[in-house]
C-alpha cells in the first residue's frame, strides 16, 4: 500500500462488501499476525462468509479514497445481567494509514450500530502492551481495571 500520510483524507466507513475481500484478507492476517495467532485458509474463508452474510458477526471497512485500510468486525451478545452487548472483537488498520483517524473512526462507526441495536454496552479488549492502541482506547473509553483470564478447554 502507498503511502498516504500526507493525502488529505477522504475516509468512507461502510459495511464490508464483496469486492473489499482481497484487502481485507490482508486486513485480517495481518491483525492475526499481532496477535499472534495462525488460521488455516478455510477459517479466512469461513469468517468472510460469515461477515457478508451478517451471521452473527458484521463487519466494517474503512476506505480511505477508495481503499480498504480497516477493519472492524463485531458482535452483539445478552449477558447474565443486561440485555445486548456489543463487543469489538477485531480493529486494524493498514500501517500506512495509521495516525489518520481511521481506528477511531471505524470505533465510532460501530458504537453507532451498537446504540441502533439498543445495546446496553459497547466494549473491547487489547493487549497491556499495545501502546499505540492504548494511547487512542485511553482518550475515547474509560479502562475499568478488568484483567482476562483464557482456561484451556483443550
Known amino acids: 500500500m502507498a503511502d498516504l ?3 488529505p483524507i477522504a475516509l468512507d466507513i461502510a459495511p464490508l462488501r464483496a469486492e473489499d475481500r482481497d484487502r481485507w484478507n490482508v486486513l485480517a492476517r495481518g491483525y492475526k499476525t499481532f496477535y499472534e495467532t495462525e488460521l488455516p485458509d478455510s477459517t479466512y474463508d469461513e469468517v468472510w462468509q460469515r461477515l457478508l ?3 452473527g458477526v458484521y ?3 474503512a476506505h480511505l479514497q477508495g481503499n480498504l485500510v480497516g ?3 463485531y458482535l452483539f451478545h445478552r449477558t447474565v445481567w443486561m440485555e445486548d452487548s456489543c463487543y469489538l472483537q477485531d480493529l486494524f488498520v493498514d500501517e500506512a494509514a495509521r495516525g489518520r483517524g481511521v481506528a477511531r473512526a471505524l470505533i465510532e462507526r460501530v458504537a453507532q450500530a ?5 445495546a446496553s454496552r459497547f466494549y473491547w479488549q487489547t493487549r497491556q502492551n499495545n501502546v499505540t492502541a492504548r494511547a487512542l482506547y485511553d482518550k475515547i ?3 475499568r481495571g478488568f484483567i482476562r483470564y483464557d482456561y484451556p478447554l483443550k
Open 71 to 73: 477493519i472492524a468486525h
Open 141 to 143: 473509553a474509560q479502562h
Open 114 to 118: 451498537a446504540r441502533e441495536h439498543n
Open 5 to 7: 500520510s500526507n493525502e
Open 59 to 61: 463487519g466494517f471497512g
Open 53 to 55: 452474510n451478517a451471521d
